[in-house]
């Protein structure tokens, strides 16, 4: 199981660490994640401290900045609050130098806005928001401020800024699919249908990932709304997948269409 991949993963960084001192900062994060996934705080904390030693780059800030968030969260969820005060303001600070560092990245601004929030500090991450929208260069704003409003919990402001995304850049489908991302999350199927549509029909220019991608998200919408044209429509969408490579996400899409077929439900009544 995945379990038994991360001990495996743990225990060949730990081979490779003993034979290549100090770790090298891509590493020292891989470390820290499996850490991480293996519950093993202390190491995960101590591997991204050493991938942003001196680090220029905002991705280890970043990630230390998430570890430490989640040591606090332990230490607040085991009633060690001065504990969990003080890492979280070292989270913060640490995230804090990566807007800095990263002449305001979106990337950075989203992380730390997202701490702010799962550490219940609403009025420091709406002055982050307002702070974001005059610093993230104007190109890149709109998509990065819908991800922070979505955080938030301002799906109506995240929803503005994702469509503004969009009209800025109306033939780059990685936009579009974060704008179907979202109305696939806050449960407007019949949005992100029409958009997924387009994909599909070959009306965006859309790459091989972003198109398998789009005719599974359209395949499961169709598989819950349990007509038999609509799951004879998510098969062959699903079965077009599956033609070019056998994706395990696109053979649970199969199974969930065919487990929802009528027919298929019919057979399955018991006997009277």
Not at 90 to 100: D, G, N, P, S, T
């Amino acid at each position: 199981g995945s379990a038994q991949r991360f001990l495996e993963a743990d225990r060949t960084l730990r081979r490779i660490e003993e034979q290549q001192s100090p770790f090298s900062a891509d590493l020292s994060r891989l470390a820290s994640k499996v850490s991480l996934r293996l519950d093993d705080f202390d190491r995960a904390l101590d591997m991204a401290k050493q991938a942003a030693a001196d680090s220029p780059r905002q991705e280890d800030h970043i990630w230390l900045g998430q570890v430490l968030g989640i040591v606090g969260q332990r230490a607040w969820a085991e009633t060690r609050t001065a504990e969990a005060d003080r890492i979280w303001g070292e989270a913060e600070k640490e995230l804090r130098r990566a807007v800095e560092q990263s002449h305001n990245s979106p990337d950075a601004w989203v992380a730390m806005i997202q701490f702010l929030v799962r550490t219940a500090q609403k009025e420091k991450a709406e002055e982050a928001v307002a702070e974001a929208e005059g610093k993230i260069p104007v190109e890149q704003a709109p998509l990065a401020l819908a991800q922070c409003y979505e955080v938030m919990g301002d799906r109506e402001m995240a929803e503005k800024k994702y469509l503004a995304a969009v009209a800025a850049a109306p033939a780059d489908v990685t936009v579009l699919r974060r704008l179907v991302e979202f109305y696939l999350r806050t449960g407007k199927t019949r949005d992100a249908q029409t958009h997924l549509k387009r994909i599909v029909a070959g009306e965006m220019k859309a790459g091989g990932q972003h198109l398998v991608w789009a005719r599974r998200a359209l395949a499961l919408i169709l598989a819950g709304q349990g007509t038999y044209d609509s799951l004879r429509q998510g098969l062959e969408l699903v079965e077009e997948n599956l033609r070019t490579a056998r994706a395990v996400q696109d053979l649970r899409a199969k199974a969930v269409l065919l487990s929802a077929h009528p027919q298929r439900q019919e057979n399955n009544k018991p006997a009277k």
